[in-house]
């Protein structure tokens, strides 16, 4: 019994020590979070979020260095022979429709649900297969996680119905200088005439 | 802030947290991996739920009140909206305390999934998946998959129409053939693909693989109330965003078994 009291006793001691250790950094770390509260991002920017993603050219990008484009994005993954295609058309077509005087801060960015399968050199062979292997366009994979959290922001509902197949939601999201989702439209070969609009109210 | 610094205080943080857990994250229990059929899957194939260790306990909001010191970007305050709305911790007396109008051994509530995933990442855990909950929750006292029983679906129908379930203590319901606690009584649980829930309606129009989730075919037509109850879960899950809190929604954490 008293060894064992002796035991909750150094047990809690040493809590207190960690706990000291934790304060210490805490205030640092508040520190630092009143430095990034005096930023721009607002809270509900997607440069809040600290995901690291990877492109089809195998360059490791953080969403925030992004900041300052309009984003058109959308959820896909390569293998899918359904409603990806029309998707990527849909993109393809709102590219299309950007007069180019426009287009110079405007990325189009296409996020993988398969990230297993969806290497960068998948990407980049799905970019160049899809005329998309420019500068504009912007193909992404992250960990399972930091993917699963995007969809969330996205409002962007998937699951893996099989090894090869996924089912998720048609959702093209336009999103501000800042990072703030401005528009969405779902469906399949809808028209896109809204969010085309969208974007050039809000190119420069 | 250099991010190698920004890991290296997380890292501090979260061991500190789990020092602080500790008592917490001791009772985990074991749930045997299996196969089982979910409401709705394709063409009802089995799913395999692989071993884990699973929470006895929701969190509660004496758990949350150390996660929400040790991290103050996540107490009421300073969230961001992107990650919970204004309903966070919207019953604590303080942005710091829980105060005297909550118990501290009640389930947190009011907590959105990012928040809750943030939680569990810092003790080395993770949310469940909703197949895993699922395949937990489908156990009564007695056997692993009591889904058949009337008995068993009285309970959580019952529950389901009483109100401030949440105010209940943790350990007030029962203990299932796990050894986990509180799964249906209490309050209802995020799950970490809760966005993998595809229904058609006026926000989703994927009709195509999830139809049978969606009015008639798997709640009225159900064989039984088994799909009814498990039917408001999925429903539920489906019309929630991730920044979403309630007070009836709170959250428990898993982790994978160590292969050595």
Known sequence: MKVRLMFKTIVFISSFILL?????????????????KNTS???LSIYNLPSTWTTQNNK????????GDVL??????????????????????????????????VSFVLISIDPETDTPARLKKFAIENNMDTEKWLFLRGSETDTREFAAVLAVNYK??????????????????????????????VNNAETVDKIIELAH | ???????VFTFVICSALINHIAAQSESMTIIKGGTYIPLYGIDSTTVTVNSFLMDVYPVTNRDYLIFVEKFPRW?????????????????????????NRLLPNTPVTNVSWFAAKKYCDCLGKRLPTVDEWEYAAMADEISPDAREKKSYNQHILEWYETPKSFKNTIGSTFVNYWGVSDLHGLVWEWTFDFNSVLISGESRKDVDKDSNLFCGSAAVGATDLMNYAAFMRYAFRGSIDANYTGNSLGFRCVKNIEIE
């Not at chain 1, 000291?20 to 990034?36: G, L, V």
């Not at chain 1, 959308?74 to 287009?103: F, N």
């Open chain 1, 20 to 36: 000291f250790i934790s304060c210490d950094e805490k205030q640092k770390q508040d520190a630092a979070e009143i430095i990034e």
């Open chain 1, 41 to 43: 991002i607002s809270e």
């Open chain 1, 60 to 67: 490791s990008i953080e969403l925030k260095e992004l900041q």
């Open chain 1, 72 to 105: 058109v994005m959308v959820m896909i993954y390569t293998s899918c022979k359904a409603a990806c295609p029309r998707l990527v058309a849909d993109m393809r077509s709102i590219e299309a429709s950007i007069p180019e005087e426009k287009k110079t801060n």
């Open chain 1, 160 to 189: 893996k119905i099989s090894p090869m197949d996924f089912s998720h939601s048609n959702i093209i999201s336009v999103f501000n200088q800042k990072g703030e989702l401005v528009h969405q439209k779902e469906g399949l070969g």
């Open chain 2, 1 to 7: 802030m250099n991010p190698t610094f920004k890991i």
């Open chain 2, 75 to 99: 107490n009421r305050s300073n969230v961001k909206r992107l990650f919970a709305d204004e309903n966070y911790l919207i019953n604590w007396e303080r942005k710091d305390a829980f105060g």
